[in-house]
């Protein structure tokens, strides 16, 4: 345990009174003076200097755990691949894959002829390109058609604008540089020589998708499409898995709207295929000359429905919506529609041919997840697949949908030794206080303890229509290897048992979320995995707000709260257009600004605005300076306000990354050491 008498004074923030008016509500904010004025430059003396003490008081409170935080790492990187690789793919003559070098901390993407003759060829080597950086993510990487070039983007600072560039695969040289405001998927035209992308604005909302043909002055390049209808929309380009069209959605958190591009005339103006309408989403693939379209616009849990592209509008029904199947995604190949769906929580991939003829791929286990990986081409005799469990590593597939087997490729090695026979791992149920069925994934060593005396690592999510998977973790063996439980709690605000799942956490229904949270853990409790005080806890960004809400509401359930990027602010940022992404997140939240009612229940839970004087767990909170989602002071502010209310003397740390961005550190072995932290902060906190 970090023992504060051992420590110096904390940081304290001053306090500047500050206060603003809604609806005749008055928040009060004497920390708001953490954000710079000058954001997203942050260079205010004051600002910088309160980050650098919480973070030096931060490394003198870890000091004590080094050895701890140091033999978690050494364990975690002992099971991971030194020179890791995926298991290469064909699209068109080529092969393509990526693979580490021993010690790298980023992969390196590789090619070679599919017909065995001549060399390996780099494509991009991401080590290469993120020396002499902090922080280095490529965004995305898309070969031409002709197999010639490559259109590649990334990131050096954590702030998710990415430079797009074109690279000469011959010579591996950068022919030119597109934009340095990119983000998102990049697609080729049939041509080879132009490209759809998609780039942000000064609030970070990817609001256009641009056309540039090679050789042309970016400056100049065509707008494909620009989203100015509403504010909160953001704009992405793809491509049809046949390849015909070019795709330029335009959606938010539940409203969507698709024009599709031929492939092979980028001067064609985009065909609209159905105008937007509030609440409905869609999204489409094409195969066959026909548009295959996934909507809910007559239920919850989607239906597909087809179209010819003369008439987009007409959208003939192929599969009703069910309550209990919920379609998540459709990827129309030659052979057959692959579609991803949801069923009792569980993930199922169906192949449903032309003919209506369909089967389900079957697995081998009760509780896993699944998904189709990397099928670049249409017309594939087998589909490859990702598969895991919490006690299976991740595994690679390739399904034979007439023999209906499947094909390992692939299992991830633990290259310091795995035996699964020692652990088990169980899908359980707990009623919620209203009565609803939360599921449980949980994974724990073979001779756990049923007597509550064991201790339990929960760890929750719940927001935007995002399940947490019961997949394998080997960051988390060294939890299991110390004699803890890990548990995952699906809860209302994911779509783990279907979209109304989700729409049962979000807005005026968000309690139900964070309710479900700590129903969860006292049902854990009363079924013997643990007790009270000896759950550590742990979630990030809309996690990071589950935490603190659960942290104010249950102070005494937890034995230690790990809030990643915690979004805590949530009233003071719902209220400020004027920052990145607020007006795409009112959908999720509420809009406080136009609605009483909205900011009367945001007010009611956001956490930053109910701390309150009273004792809280040992608590570690993180953000990520150049972090435009969470932006660094809300995780500032938050830790601010904490020191000054509670009431006890546990450890509260901060750390502020100040190279990098909402997903902390980047490099796999760096990410470790920010794991291993965390985990070495919980061990001291409950044992």
Not at 504 to 526: E, I, Y
């Amino acid at each position: 345990m970090i023992d504060p008498a051992t420590l110096p004074p904390p940081p304290v923030a001053e306090r500047r009174p500050h206060a603003v008016t809604h609806h005749g509500r008055t928040v009060t904010d004497d920390y708001a003076w953490l954000r710079d004025p000058g954001y997203p430059t942050v260079e205010d003396p004051d600002v910088l200097g309160y980050l650098a003490a919480e973070n030096a008081y931060f490394e003198t409170a870890m000091a004590p755990l080094r050895p701890t935080v140091d033999a978690l790492f050494a364990e975690m990187k002992g099971r991971i691949q030194d020179d890791d690789a995926s298991v290469p793919r064909r699209d068109g003559e080529w092969l393509y894959w990526w693979a580490f070098a021993p010690g790298a901390q980023y992969r390196c993407w590789w090619r070679r002829r599919a017909d065995g003759g001549g060399n390996d060829e780099v494509i991009v080597d991401e080590a290469a390109e993120a020396a002499g950086h902090v922080y280095f993510r490529l965004g995305a990487l898309a070969i031409s058609p002709d197999g010639r070039l490559a259109a590649w983007s990334a990131d050096t600072s954590g702030a998710e604008r990415f430079t797009l560039r074109i690279r000469d695969l011959a010579t591996g040289a950068d022919v030119e540089t597109v934009t340095a405001i990119a983000n998102g998927a990049i697609a080729w035209f049939a041509s080879s020589d132009a490209i759809a992308y998609s780039e942000v604005n000064d609030k970070w909302r990817t609001y256009r998708a641009r056309l540039h043909r090679l050789g042309d002055d970016p400056a100049g390049d065509a707008m494909l499409y620009e989203e100015i209808e509403d504010e909160g929309f953001n704009v992405g380009v793809s491509r049809t898995t046949d390849r015909a069209w070019i795709v330029v959605g335009t959606n938010d958190h539940e409203t969507s709207e698709v024009r599709l591009i031929p492939a092979a005339d980028p001067g064609i103006e985009p065909l609209l295929v159905s105008r937007r309408v509030t609440k409905r989403q869609y999204s489409v693939d094409a195969a066959h000359g026909r548009l295959w379209i996934l909507t809910n616009d007559d239920h919850v849990n989607f239906r597909l429905a087809s179209a010819d592209p003369q008439t987009p509008e007409t959208w003939e029904p192929v599969i009703a919506g069910s309550d209990e199947v919920y379609l998540r995604g459709v990827s129309s190949f030659v052979r057959h529609l692959a579609i991803e769906e949801r069923v009792a929580g569980l993930d199922q991939i169906r192949l449903r041919g032309y003919d209506g003829a369909e089967h389900r791929v079957a697995f081998p286990e009760a509780s896993y997840t699944a998904a189709l990986g990397t099928n670049p081409e249409s017309d594939t005799p087998d589909y490859r697949i990702g598969y895991a469990s919490m006690v299976t590593p991740d595994t690679v597939f390739d399904y034979d949908p007439d023999a209906r087997t499947l094909t390992t490729r692939k299992v991830r090695a633990i290259p310091s030794g795995y035996d699964p026979t020692r652990y088990a791992t169980e899908r359980l149920t707990v009623t919620a206080r209203d009565g609803a069925q939360v599921p449980v994934s949980i994974v724990y060593p073979a001779d756990y303890p049923r007597d509550g005396t064991g201790k339990l690592f929960l760890y929750g999510y719940g927001a935007y229509g995002i399940a947490i998977p019961p997949g394998f973790s080997g960051g988390r063996l060294s939890l299991l290897d110390r004699g803890w439980a890990c548990a995952i709690a699906h809860i209302r605000g994911g779509d783990d048992l279907g979209y109304r799942w989700y729409l049962d956490g979000k807005t005026v229904h968000r309690q139900n979320a964070f309710n479900d949270f700590v129903d969860v853990a006292r049902g854990l409790v009363a079924q013997g995995w643990t007790g009270e005080g000896h759950i550590a806890i742990n979630g990030g960004s809309a996690g990071g707000e589950l935490m603190g809400a659960v942290a104010n509401s249950d102070p005494a359930l937890w034995g230690a709260v790990v809030a990643d990027v915690p979004f805590v602010d949530v009233l003071n940022t719902m209220l400020d257009a004027t920052l990145p992404l607020t007006p795409g997140e009112w959908p999720e939240w509420g809009n406080p600004i136009e609605d009483a009612a909205a900011f009367d229940l945001i007010a009611s839970y956001s956490p930053y605005d109910n701390v309150r004087a009273q004792p809280y767990p040992p608590m570690l909170i993180t953000g990520g300076l150049n972090d435009p989602r969470v932006t660094y002071w809300e995780p500032a502010k938050w830790a601010a306000r904490l020191r000054a209310s509670k009431t006890d003397d546990n450890p509260l740390l901060l750390k502020i990354n100040m190279g990098a961005g909402h997903g902390g550190k980047s490099g796999r072995w760096d990410s470790l050491v920010e794991q291993a932290e965390a985990f070495a902060f919980m061990l001291a906190a409950i044992g």
